[in-house]
Structures are given as C-alpha cells and as structure tokens.
C-alpha cells in the first residue's frame, strides 16, 4: 500500500512511498542538492526517476522543463501521482519506458541530465534482494554504467552537465567510460558517513566537452556528527539543528 510522507523539510511536498518498492533516500536528495541549474538550463531529464523525488526537489530551484524517465509500471504510476499531487504537472512530465529506447528521442536535446542508478554490478556471487523493485534499482539488470553514460552521451548537448551519484569503489571504470563518450568530470565531492569512516558515495558533476581536465575536488560531505545529522545534511533537508538523524 502507497502511504503518503511529507518531503521532510518541505511541508509543500507530499511524496507517495511503497514499502516494497525502493523508496527514495538520501542519495536522491544529496544529488538533487548537488546540482547547479544554470540560468540558461530549460530542458533537464532524470534518468531512472524512480518515484519522482529527483524533479520534484529540482523545482526548488528552477522552472526548466524536466523530464522523468522510470522503467518500472508501478513505480511509474507512483511518481505521476506525486507530480499531481503536488500540482507540477505544468512543469514535470513523466514517461514510461526504457532508457536503452531513448535513442529515439533528439540527440543533444537536453540542457541538464541527472542519474541516481544501480551501484552494483550482477555476477554470480550477486545477493539480489528478493522485492523485484529493488533488485531492478539497486543491481545492473537493465542499465549499466556503460549504457547509461552512452544515453547521456547521446542526448546531451555540447556544452551541458550531468550530474551522478555513485559508489568510490567503480571510479576509476567511471572516469574510463566517461572518457570515451567525450564525457569531463568537472567537480567531484566525496560523501563519508562520519570523519572516522571511509567514503560510500560520491557525487559528480560531468561536462559533455572534448576539452580535458579542469577537475575540482571539493570538501568532503559528512552525513553524521555522533548520532545526529550534520549541519549540511540538515540544511539539504531544510530542517532545524535539533533534529535527530532519520534512517
């Protein structure tokens, strides 16, 4: 059963969540905080939209065009009826379908692309989850790394930014693949739970560009201080100082 939850800090949201389905975390809102809209940004796309939360934040602070692409009927439907409740259909089309069918869709036509995908590769030793929502959003069965940044390669204009989340640990197979799609990291940040443990995410920000180098290494995020959120993660989700970290 859908249930209903506010945005966290942002009482104007109402986000419909589904226990069996991947429900969105805080990658989604850590990427969708990382991203810089340019004020000639009118077209942004998201690629695996999952429930809509990446748009839904993202007109916070722009009133570009975006687009949602999701694979998943059910989770498709869930992210249509975020975007009418919270009344953005003006602003946030959805659509269902397969990002490998996006070929069809006019080459260099986006502004701005963003992608919270799969992390993990699918071998033998594979725990796949057995909710066949998640297994779909957190393990390469239908997109991988290399297929996305082809897609992203394809419908993004010279000159425009995509923006990804992903794991340390696949680096430097990113920075390989990004190369061969005429793909440059330009700014990269480091996501680490707390000071005294190793870095789980990282955050890019791509410049569709043949023109190499250039990559700023920003200060590190970090999700905790103790037991509480950290500042920073706090002010992603627009609450006060005394709230208590949320898994």
């Given at each position: 059963?859908?249930?209903?939850?506010?945005?966290?800090?942002?009482?104007?949201?109402?986000?419909?969540?589904?226990?069996?389905?991947?429900?969105?975390?805080?990658?989604?809102?850590?990427?969708?905080?990382?991203?810089?809209?340019?004020?000639?940004?009118?077209?942004?796309?998201?690629?695996?939209?999952?429930?809509g939360v990446i748009p839904i934040y993202l007109t916070l602070k722009t009133e570009a065009k975006i687009t949602g692409i999701e694979v998943q009927e059910d989770v498709y439907k869930m992210a249509l009826a975020n975007v009418l409740e919270n009344k953005l259909k003006a602003q946030i089309t959805l659509v269902l379908g397969d990002l490998h069918q996006l070929n069809c869709y006019p080459l260099k036509s986006y502004d701005l692309i963003s992608a919270n995908p799969p992390y993990f590769k699918v071998?033998?030793?594979?725990?796949?989850?057995?909710?066949?929502?998640?297994?779909?959003?957190?393990?390469?069965?239908?997109?991988?790394?290399?297929?996305?940044?082809?897609?992203?390669?394809?419908?993004?204009?010279?000159?425009?930014?995509?923006?990804?989340i992903y794991f340390p640990e696949r680096l430097k197979e990113c920075f390989n693949l990004l190369e061969k799609y005429q793909l440059e990291p330009k700014r990269m940040r480091l996501v680490y739970p707390n000071q005294a443990k190793k870095a789980n995410h990282v955050l890019l920000e791509i410049k569709k560009s043949p023109a190499k180098g250039g990559l700023i290494i920003e200060a590190p995020l970090y999700i905790y201080q103790g037991d509480k959120w950290s500042d920073e993660v706090l002010k992603i989700y627009n609450c006060g100082s005394d709230n208590n970290a949320i898994e």
């Open positions: 059963m859908w249930r209903k939850v506010e945005l966290l800090g942002y009482p104007k949201y109402q986000i419909y969540q589904h226990h069996e389905m991947f429900s969105f975390t805080l990658d989604s809102l850590l990427l969708a905080d990382y991203i810089r809209i340019r004020k000639d940004v009118k077209n942004i796309l998201d690629l695996g939209t999952g429930n071998t033998k030793k594979s725990n796949l989850n057995l909710s066949p929502y998640k297994q779909i959003a957190k393990h390469e069965l239908m997109v991988t790394l290399e297929s996305l940044l082809k897609t992203v390669s394809k419908l993004l204009k010279n000159g425009g930014y995509f923006y990804l």
